[in-house]
């Protein structure tokens, strides 16, 4: 029988996810010969032997990839035999072309746990335990291949027992990276609150020990400093929001286990299976009620528990003695998380009462993801950790460009070929190490990626710090995406689409052409270009900025739009000093300060105090998820009634009927559960309204809807179940998040669009 040879060249996630081994593995099992090699563009391999052999070989690459790989472009092409012996692993080499995808980090597997609790096992409760299919990656990564000496892991060198396993190609711990033990590993360390060393032989049970005194312990875990306290202790917990300044947002919990997690939250299959992925995210599951293991300040005034499994084996041994801990960000409110000791010991000083450190170093800090379960799938909320750098595959290739994001929930997007990598959640840009943090992402994204890119794309709004960093890259050209064409163009691209759809995009804040504050448009568009068709009616927002932090300013807004100076008898409008009310009415009377808006999310803030439920917030967004969190859904419920107008060519969603009927039930004392439902299903009928229209004018287009609100797991359930009835294509998000955190994957294919067609 003849024999043949091919040369196989394999990108995607194929370095550090043992794909060598798993080549070499069944080459042999297959009797080929021939080699395989990382190199910077991913994995070459040549194979020899008989052709059926070569087949099932090539066949196998393509079904039965380990756990971590995945194959984004593989080419093959027939070489002349070379009649060599047997089938090797060769050294790395770098390549001209650099396509490799490095992959994200991933939580400890299950063969790693088994041998972690067991007491023949050499790497009995070590806590940076990992193999070929689990442990760190994109945090240790300082370049590419990814190979050692361009990890952190290059600071530790391998005893005999952890260099043969490296180096024998039937290990499952065959060139694994972070493969480290007890002898020659990272070890932990205690420090005091002030960051000094404590000297202790056991730093773990002496950090456990400190949670159970109900004290603050900051914990050094793959991607940067968690804090962490005894949820089940309410001092502690409020000890906790008094040191971080973080007075009502949710604390994000990491439970022992799934049996643990069901006695405080309800747990679906989806969500169960988006709990134990390999990603790990922290998923919102709906509290069970009366339970007692989590005291109700780790998320007030919310329906809702964000909780996650644990991913390190550190994790696993910590929570041993805990059915769950508070785990949230170790930063302070509006800063980036922490990831270096020394900077942890400064900027939570005064925090925590303790550090658990290790000696590993961090190369790049990523937050915990964040997922719910919408319609019976995951969205993503935040994208980071178990996820970055994950490309996303676009409908066409294009030339390299930057996208930096926006100013709230900011990442950043680089884009090679037909692929856009987006960087770890890097924050709400309102200081300046939030903004050093982008910067770093984007200089270390370029250099790991090898991409040069050719335009740098930004939001529209002249202010956005985000908007600054662009324009100091003076050495390239630069182009402002108008937030909500962003928000379309995300949400085509997350679908691998480029077709016009009609993009219905809801949030809080986006600067449009006309100069006015936009957020609760309709768009007829592509990657091209839109139209704005429809959209919300105007309010003022008087105080500007003022306004998004004190809701009850939209309720006065949106009741004299529609009363105008003889407003009605409410409770609520009693609760508002006569002065400032009268200070107010002038400046939405005379416009002074108060710029004009179409935004869905200042619709929720007016709506949500005028229910009585929030008058001011603590955290972006808080109005409207309390609105969300106290919905009764009855489907006896009459939705509100908003009317269609026509104005210039739009359609203009008119709120004063709506408003009319919720005064008339407030005034009739009925409570803010009943208000908020019949609230979300008369905006969910509007917006069938408005695509009825659009179809019956434009014809049948797509759907694509976008924008922080569609977080709101009732909105988008409603808005797709009557889409969907009314036989309208919906498309939404499913690799990145439909907030402000997906808006640089919009902003990237939209530069590349304008590139070229230039």
């Not at 806590?127 to 361009?150: A, L």
Request: aromatic content about 6%; some cysteine; overall charge negative.
């Amino acid at each position: 029988m003849l024999n043949i040879r091919c040369a196989i060249r394999v990108e995607g996630t194929v370095q550090g996810v043992g794909f060598r081994p798993f080549i070499y593995r069944i080459a042999h099992e297959n009797a080929l010969c021939g080699w395989v090699l990382n190199d910077s563009g991913g994995v070459r391999i040549e194979v020899e032997g008989p052709q059926v052999d070569v087949s099932h070989f090539i066949a196998t690459i393509r079904r039965d990839l380990p756990p971590l790989a995945s194959i984004g472009r593989l080419v093959i092409e027939d070489i002349p035999v070379v009649k060599e012996a047997g089938f090797t692993i060769i050294e790395s080499q770098q390549s001209s072309q650099q396509t490799t995808q490095i992959p994200p980090d991933t939580y400890v597997c299950p063969d790693c746990l088994s041998e972690l609790f067991d007491p023949q096992d050499r790497r009995f409760r070590y806590p940076f335990i990992n193999c070929t299919n689990c442990g760190p990656r994109y945090s240790i990564v300082s370049g590419v291949p990814y190979d050692r000496p361009f990890t952190t892991m290059a600071d530790f060198s391998m005893c005999e027992h952890c260099q043969s396993e490296y180096g024998d190609p039937a290990s499952r711990r065959f060139h694994a990276q972070p493969n480290a033990c007890a002898d020659c590993g990272p070890v932990l360390s205690l420090h005091d609150q002030e960051g000094g060393p404590v000297e202790s032989s056991d730093p773990l049970s002496e950090a456990i020990s400190l949670l159970r005194r109900g004290e603050i312990l900051a914990l050094k875990g793959l991607g940067g400093f968690h804090l962490a306290v005894d949820p089940q202790n309410s001092e502690a917990v409020v000890r906790l929001r008094k040191r971080k300044f973080r007075d009502e947002k949710p604390f994000a919990l990491m439970a022992k286990d799934i049996e643990s997690a069901e006695i405080f939250s309800k747990i679906n299959p989806v969500e169960k299976k988006l709990l134990e992925s390999v990603e790990r995210p922290i998923v919102l599951l709906e509290k069970t009620p009366d339970q007692l293991l989590i005291c109700d300040l780790t998320a007030p005034k919310n329906r809702y528990l964000g909780v996650m499994l644990p991913y390190t084996p550190l994790h696993y041994l910590l929570l041993e003695e805990f059915p769950a801990l508070v785990m949230t960000s170790g930063n302070q409110s509006d800063e980036p998380i922490s990831y270096g000791d020394e900077d942890a010991f400064l900027r939570l000083k005064g925090i925590a009462d303790g550090f658990l450190c290790h000696d590993r170093r961090i190369q790049t800090r990523t937050d915990d993801s964040i997922a719910r379960v919408l319609a019976g799938e995951p969205l993503l909320l935040r994208r980071s950790r178990g996820y970055v750098p994950r490309a996303v595959k676009l409908p066409h290739e294009q030339l390299p460009v930057l996208a930096v994001g926006a100013e709230l929930k900011n990442t950043i997007c680089l884009t090679s070929a037909d692929r856009a990598t987006l960087s770890q959640h890097i924050g709400d840009l309102k200081n300046q190490s939030v903004l050093d943090a982008l910067q770093q992402a984007a200089e270390h994204l370029q250099q790991l990626l090898d991409v040069h890119p050719q335009l740098v794309a930004h939001d529209l709004h002249p202010d956005y710090l985000s908007t600054a960093v662009a324009q100091q890259m003076i050495d390239l050209p630069k182009l402002a995406v108008q937030h909500h064409h962003a928000h379309l163009a995300s949400c085509l691209a997350d679908n691998g689409r480029d077709d016009t759809v009609i993009g219905v995009i809801f949030d809080g804040v986006g600067l449009g052409t006309d100069g006015q504050i936009w957020g609760g448009e309709f768009l007829v568009g592509d990657f091209g270009g839109f139209e704005r068709v429809a959209h919300l009616a105007d309010l003022t927002m008087p105080g500007g900025d003022a306004a998004t932090r004190e809701p009850w300013r939209m309720a006065l807004s949106l009741l004299h739009a529609t009363y105008g100076g003889n407003l009605p008898e409410l409770m609520v409008l009693d609760s508002i000093p006569a002065a400032d009310k009268r200070l107010l009415l002038q400046m939405i009377e005379k416009g002074i300060n108060s710029p004009l808006t179409s935004s869905c999310g200042r619709l929720f803030d007016a709506v949500a105090a005028l229910a009585g439920l929030r008058q001011v917030v603590s955290y972006e967004g808080q109005a409207a998820l309390e609105l969300e969190m106290c919905l009764e859904n009855d489907p006896q419920l009459e939705p509100y009634s908003f009317t269609l107008l026509k104005e210039d060519h739009e359609i203009i969603i008119d709120p004063r009927p709506m408003t009319r009927e919720l005064v008339a039930d407030l005034q009739q004392g009925r409570a803010a559960g009943i208000i908020s439902a019949r609230f979300h299903n008369g905006l969910a009928e509007a917006v069938l309204q408005v695509c009825r229209k659009l179809r019956d004018e434009r014809g049948s287009l797509p759907v694509a809807i976008s924008g922080g609100v569609f977080q709101n797991a009732f909105l988008t359930e409603k808005v797709n179940q009557l889409l969907t009835t009314a036989e309208f294509e919906v498309l939404r998000h499913r690799q990145v998040p439909p907030n402000d955190g997906g808006l640089s994957l919009g902003q990237a294919v939209i530069a590349g669009h304008h590139l070229r067609n230039r």
